[in-house]
RNA sequence: GACCCGGUAGCUCAGCCGGUAGAGCAUCGGACUUUUAAUCCGCAGGUCGUGGGUUCGAUCCCCACCCGGGUCACCA
């Protein structure tokens, strides 16, 4: 990426050249601090005038020349703290590097805490030192704060700049940085609740000579060793129920999966899927850790400083309705007993666009969506879904034309998805044959038939419940986060 | 994919009825030893997304394209 180099971007290589004439290294290699900014904050007495000296390391964000002194602001990744540099307390040489400093620089300061006359902790500055010489302006705004809230004035807020320059987005909005903060503390929770509950993380491939475990296209990409195509998994599903095959009771596993669709606000082609198995378990039991799972999750994020408002409140139990019942209620007819046509009547009734070429599960599917789905507020389980929706789902327990599969909902939208996972490898082959059929007749999202897995299944599989949660997703929700974008650092854009 | 909106200085934005551009901040120069959107004075900074068209003349009107945002559709 070549571009010309502009007027600012001169000043800044200036510089640079005038620290080398003076013998200054602008590229540290280290720094020792003693204290964080925050940390720094926290040592100065609310009765005292002066504190102890401490050595900080952070980005210049601020600078409030006077002259022969300067007011700065630096900030680490703890928050920020002010500087005041002083000619006399500097001397000459360190005050000479001072005036040579940009926003954006990355030095290490020491000095003494006290306090101004406005109050404001600060360092009193007695040695600088460079570390990184910024070459190129961070659009950092200024801040000033109105009744206690920090208002930002022309900061960096073109959303296509901010999503390509991730780095830069961060330098500038300290609620970026904490919002992805937020999101780590989310993830190591769920790790830590499933760790709890004996189960073992696991990685599974993510190159795959056969996907499958969802409906979805996948991305295509060739091994040229092997001279073979191998697909990027669209689902953990079927690697992780081989391994209860192999005697792990209980494993999960959170990595990305890339589905070969369109991009928009809830669709990123790559996103983070969390998925776990539990031997001898039904999906009875498995809604009852999903249910702890999210409160846990939801629970860790409220605790997040800046986040505690954004959290839905997520009363237990949560709401359980059954997938037939509320869509007859909705639809006043009984859906598995109608006819093919008055179903597709209905569905365009309900506004569900293209009924006349989806297939009849699909169709189904869609008329779910739009009268029930769609309605959903209050965190739900959703039960007992028709066995064509859900072919790796075990049938129902006297009633074999559903399954045992729910999925829960909030704000209408879909949170988990979770099974009494098929152990039959008969039943399964049969299922993986209908959906080769449905692809064969131009399903692009319907699989193949995996005869490894249903070797696998053949050894004998025990009985198992499975769960998958969208981690993006449940983070959007628990953050009131809008966007996908915003809720993954680097989320897939055309190139510039 | 459809529709709507946008792309002007490093950043945030203005630009009337078509007459080849402005502000604030930042930068640069000057003043300033407790400021905090520091203040004051001065200078500089532009291929107006790209390519065509209309016109004596286009940032402005028209067409196409590129990029982005939003809404909808698609996406178990």
């Known amino acids: 990426m070549s571009e010309e180099i502009n007027f600012l971007q001169a000043a800044r290589r200036e510089k640079l050249e005038s620290l080398a004439a003076r013998g200054i ?39 409030r020349g006077h002259g022969k002194t300067a007011f700065a602001h630096l900030a680490d990744s703890s928050g920020r703290i002010q500087l005041y540099l002083r000619r006399d307390q500097l001397g000459d040489d360190q005050f000479a590097l001072a005036e040579l400093l940009d926003i954006g620089d990355v030095i290490g300061v020491a000095g003494p805490l006290f306090r101004t006359r406005t109050g404001e902790t600060t360092v009193r500055a007695d040695r600088l030192e460079l570390l990184a010489k910024s070459l190129r302006p961070l659009p950092f705004g200024k801040e000033e704060v109105v009744d206690g809230v920090t208002v930002r004035h022309s900061g960096f807020a073109d959303p296509e700049q901010r999503y390509r320059q991730r780095y830069a987005d961060l330098a500038v909005n300290p609620e970026v940085r904490a ?59 079927l690697y992780l129920k081989r391994l209860i095959v192999g005697g792990f009771d209980r494993v999960y ?43 846990a999750a939801a629970e860790v994020v409220r605790q997040v400083p800046g986040f505690g408002g954004s959290v839905p409140d997520l009363p237990t139990p949560f709401r359980r309705v059954e997938w037939v019942p509320s869509l007859n209620a909705a639809l006043g007819v009984d859906i598995m007993t109608a006819d093919e046509p008055s179903i597709r009547r209905l569905a365009r009734q309900h506004g569900v666009e293209h009924g006349d070429q989806l297939s009849h599960p699909k169709l189904l599917d869609d008329l779910f969506q739009a009268l029930v789905e769609s309605t959903i507020v209050e965190p739900t389980f959703v039960l007992d879904y028709p066995r064509a929706l859900s072919p790796l789902a075990k049938p129902k327990r006297g009633n074999p034309e559903l399954t045992e599969r729910f999925e829960l909902f909030a704000h209408g939208r879909e949170l988990a998805n979770a099974f009494s996972e098929l152990n039959d490898p008969i039943d399964q082959r049969a ?31 025990p009985p198992m419940g499975g769960v998958g949660i969208g981690i993006d997703r449940l983070f959007m929700f628990l953050t009131g986060t809008a966007n996908i974008r915003d809720a993954i650092l680097f989320p897939t854009l055309r190139p510039e």
């Open 431 to 461: 299922r993986f044959e209908a959906q080769a059929r449905l692809r064969a007749a131009g399903d692009e999202e319907a699989s193949g038939v995996d005869e490894d897995y249903l070797r696998a299944m053949e050894y004998g599989m």
């Open 25 to 63: 290294e602008p590229f540290a290699y280290s720094y020792a601090r003693t204290h964080t900014a925050t940390g720094a904050l926290a040592l100065l007495d609310p009765n005292v005038e002066e504190g102890p000296t401490v050595c900080l390391a952070g980005r210049i964000v601020a600078w």
């Open 253 to 295: 596993e959170i990595g990305h999966d890339f589905r070969n669709e369109g991009i928009d606000r809830t669709h990123n082609p790559e996103f983070t899927m969390l998925e776990f198995y539990e031997a001898y378990a039904d999906y009875t039991v498995m809604m009852g850790i999903v249910e702890r799972l999210i409160t």
């Open 179 to 237: 919002l992805f903060v937020a999101r780590s503390r989310m993830t190591s929770a769920i790790r830590r609740f499933l760790d709890d509950l004996d189960y073992l993380e696991v990685e599974t491939p993510v190159l795959q000579p056969l996907y499958g475990g969802a409906a979805a296209r996948p991305f295509v990409t060739h091994h040229n060793a092997l001279d073979m195509p191998l697909y990027l998994r669209i689902a953990d599903e």
